[in-house]
């Protein structure tokens, strides 16, 4: 079992950048680990993905503004979220699959005004 944390979130003028950070409570260097975000009335969406390779994908929708990245020696995992848009606006989660276990930090809310 592994406990999330996530941290780096607030409240920011639209194109501005921000940096999570999810701090994994175990090792997750062999583990595809991704962030998810959901806005109010909406189905949380990914955002972003990393394998254990170095590999990453991301969202349409932010392709090009976010960059996903790992630092496995701290158990942690990074977005760093540019140009933001109000769009960007929600809750963002840290993601890891380990086995056919999914687990979740408790968010950390990203609001982007315009």
């Known amino acids: 079992q592994v406990q999330l944390v996530e941290s780096g979130g607030g409240l920011v003028q639209a194109g501005a950048s921000l940096r999570l950070s999810c701090a994994a409570s175990?090792?997750?260097?062999?583990?595809?680990v991704a962030w998810f975000r959901q806005a109010p009335g909406k189905q949380r969406e990914l955002v972003a993905s990393?394998?254990?390779?170095?590999?990453?994908d991301y969202a349409n929708s932010v392709l090009g503004r976010f960059t996903i990245s790992r630092d496995n020696t701290k158990n942690s995992v990074f977005l760093q979220m540019s140009s933001l848009k109000p769009d960007d606006t929600a809750v963002y989660y840290c993601?890891?699959?380990?086995?056919?276990?999914?687990?979740w930090g408790q968010g950390t809310q990203v609001t982007v005004s315009s």
């Open positions: 993601n890891v699959i380990i086995g056919i276990t999914r687990y």
């Open positions: 990393i394998t254990t390779g170095g590999s990453t």
């Open positions: 175990a090792s997750i260097f062999n583990n595809y």
